[in-house]
């Protein structure tokens, strides 16, 4: 008797040691691999140019403008190929030229999202062939669990479609990728952090948060990227404001483009986060 005893005692703790070295191991590969992303994440924020460069531009010279000052119609010498320095933010080819290193160094890179006061969230976007890429891989392609933020392989990464898609992960307890996005559940900060950052590697926008809501993957169309037309658009954007928990009192009509954000969440058994929000262009 009490040799089975002793068996099952040691069957038992067998177990629960063989349990706990397991946990031991997930445990580590994920703060593995939590510090070779935030590495990662520094060094492309480095590669973003600071400043933009300065550029000289010619100026028209006088000869091809009406100067009632000449009376012989002759222009001042010092008006002859004059130039001015000026900062510009775009190459010849409308590329920003913050991005063009990161762009050279990773073919997949489409973007920069960052959002919070204090740049909470502050990561590069990438764009693959398909959706399951970068679920478990970094930004430079390593296998990686948090894998990266990315935008839906039907999007426009340049010119962007009707409703831009970006995801990324959210795991129970931890605060990478896009984790912190669970701060929108509270209404006071959901309304101070009603804006946030998004460029392209050709523009920049500011992007106005009109609904964000919880939802099952199975209960509404919420991944659409691409719409019929002005109608169906619009009862997209109106279903979503009809869900949303906070009322950030921004109005979207059918000329605009959006970009919605979608993360695991975990309020609810199979719980998605949705924010959605209005992409206004900067200077222009």
Known sequence: MKNAQTKLLIAIVSIFTVGAIISGIVILGYSADAKRLEGLNEKMAAEIFKTEPVVSIALPTQSSQTDDSHTDGAPDEADDNSTVSVLTSHNSEGYLYKFLNLKHQYEDFVGWITIGENDEINLPVMQAEDNEYYLDRSYDG??????????????????????????????????????????????????????????????????????????????????????????????????????????????????????????????????????????????G
Not at 223 to 230: A, I, P, Q, R
């Open 142 to 283: 390593d296998e990686n669990r948090y894998g990266a933020v990315f935008m839906d392989y039907l999007n426009d990464p340049t010119e962007l479609s009707r409703n831009t898609f970006l995801y990324g992960h959210h795991y129970l307890g931890d605060d990478h990728i896009f984790a912190k996005l669970e701060k929108y559940h509270k209404e006071a900060y959901a309304l101070e952090n009603s804006a946030y950052y998004f460029a392209t590697v050709k523009d920049e926008y500011e992007c106005q948060i009109f609904a964000s809501y919880l939802i099952t993957p199975d209960s509404w169309r919420y991944y659409e990227v691409s719409f019929v037309d002005d109608e169906d658009f619009m009862d997209y954007v109106n279903s979503a404001i009809e869900r949303s928990d906070v009322d950030y009192g921004v109005t979207v009509s059918a000329e605009d483009k959006i970009i919605s954000l979608s993360t695991c969440d975990y309020t609810f058994d199979g719980a998605r986060q949705l924010i959605h929000a209005k992409l206004v262009k900067k200077n």
